[in-house]
């Protein structure tokens, strides 16, 4: 298992906020954590609706170590609080998801959604600017044509570095319930997002029109026994899609079979040992995440106690499953009770597949390798995330003498929890979103 260090000598707070981690507002939360396609962008969405964008600095010859360094280069207000007059609901400004696009030019673009509508921003950088318009002065405004006796031609000004964020499409209107997936389909033309009951498939040319390739909507709402939970297209594939349920299934589609994808091509599923079953097994079997791997090959989902890992090829049981916080099962009852049991834990695999990372309590967060079947449970902190520090493993204490280093079960702090974690496409440093604090941390550089 990689030796993770604290690499940057920062923790990420949005603007305007007070530096006291205890007295950050409910905006400032942290809730979508997407690294783009090379790794030299990370993007942050909170619960205020913004977007802030870090970008990775540049090695110098005086500097080697700093390498790898996240400086914030972009933030703006993605979404604002909307009203739905016809239904009486407000709109939340949280960013749910946060998506990007290969990059196919100078400018960046990425895909942003609340509950309700899904943006794509442009984000492109600006150091020149025109001067020597003919029918305006230099402050902007028109001049009188017959004031003009001679004809300039405009000239471009080197200025000071500008980065720009605009909306360049905005796709609204097409989702009765809360939009819980977005993802971009390998084509690059299009994407789908999905929300509880329907997934709508998009062209990024057409903003008011999306095809429902997904409705588990029963004709009577009574009826209603699952709900899809998340999406993704396949990495390589453009026909091919899984979305996962509340019952802890997964389906797989291939939107060559028929436009409407409401029969499955594969099922995932593992049956239920009958001398676990209790009250809540229907709650922590819901899929939280689900994410194919790099290869393709395989598809990763987490519920509330595991992360999983099926092979396409094998329908009835995962081929890998690891407990990542299986000393919570005697404590059911009361997570229940505060609906820390309903939290959705996201999941992420390395560049190389080979090593899982998922977010648990405490501000604890677990890594397994596949290939060693080893684990570490590391710590996201400010205490103990001095910078270039080496992180130490964790132990949780269940019951019995507890030694030194290891944290009792009853001690656990389950208002910090890291929801969302990240992981660089090709390098080991990995983004992780504590409440209000984004923490990034690389494999230790001998």
Not at 30 to 53: C, M, P, Q, W, Y
Not at 349 to 372: C, E, K
């Amino acid at each position: 298992m990689k030796c993770f260090s604290r690499y940057l000598p920062y923790i990420f707070r949005p603007p305007n906020t007070i530096l006291s981690s205890s007295c950050h507002t409910e905006a400032d939360i942290i809730s979508a954590v997407e690294f783009n396609h090379t790794g030299e962008l990370l993007a942050t969405g909170d619960k205020g609706g913004r977007v802030v964008i870090f970008q990775r600095e540049q090695e110098s010859k005086n500097q080697v170590h700093r390498r790898g360094e996240y400086n914030v280069y972009s933030t703006f207000q993605s979404h604002e609080p909307e009203f739905d007059y016809l239904k009486s609901l407000e709109i939340e400004e949280k960013i749910n998801k946060i998506r990007w696009l290969p990059q196919q030019n100078a400018a960046y673009f990425l895909l942003s959604t609340n509950d309700k509508t899904v943006k794509l921003w442009k984000v492109s950088e600006r150091d020149k600017r025109p001067e020597g318009y003919n029918l305006k002065d230099e402050e902007g405004r028109l001049r009188d044509p017959a004031t003009i006796t001679t004809l300039r031609v405009p000239v471009l000004r080197p200025m000071d570095l500008m980065v720009e964020a605009t909306p360049r499409r905005v796709f609204a209107n097409a989702h009765t319930y809360h939009i819980n997936s977005i993802s971009v389909n390998s084509d690059y033309e299009t994407y789908m997002s999905a929300d509880d009951l329907r997934i709508n498939l998009w062209n990024f040319e057409i903003t008011n029109q999306s095809f429902n390739i997904v409705d588990i909507k029963p004709a009577n709402m009574e009826e209603l026994t699952e709900v899809i939970t998340a999406a993704e297209f396949h990495p390589h594939h453009c026909n091919t899609f899984v979305y996962s349920s509340s019952k802890g299934t997964i389906r797989l589609c291939d939107m060559r079979a028929s436009a409407l994808c409401d029969r499955h091509t594969k099922f995932f599923e593992e049956p239920e040992d009958p001398s676990n079953r209790s009250f809540f097994s229907e709650i922590i079997s819901s899929i939280s995440d689900v994410k194919f791997s790099h290869s393709g090959r395989y598809i990763m989902t987490r519920d509330y106690l595991t992360v999983k890992v099926w092979d396409l090829n094998m329908e009835n049981r995962p081929i890998e499953t690891y407990q990542v916080h299986d000393y919570l099962r005697s404590k059911l009852c009361s997570l229940y009770e505060n609906d820390c049991i309903f939290d959705k834990f996201e999941c992420v695999w390395n560049g190389s597949d080979s090593v899982i990372m998922t977010g648990s309590y405490n501000n604890f967060f677990r890594m397994f390798d596949r290939n060693t079947k080893r684990d570490v449970t590391l710590e996201a902190s400010r205490e103990n995330s001095k910078p270039r520090a080496i992180l130490k493993p964790r132990k949780v204490c269940v019951g019995g003498k507890r030694r030194k280093d290891e944290i009792s079960v009853d001690s656990l702090d389950f208002s910090k929890k890291i929801l969302h974690t990240a992981w660089h496409p090709s390098e080991n440093i990995i983004a992780v979103a504590a409440t209000n604090n984004l923490y990034i941390f690389q494999d230790k550089v001998n």
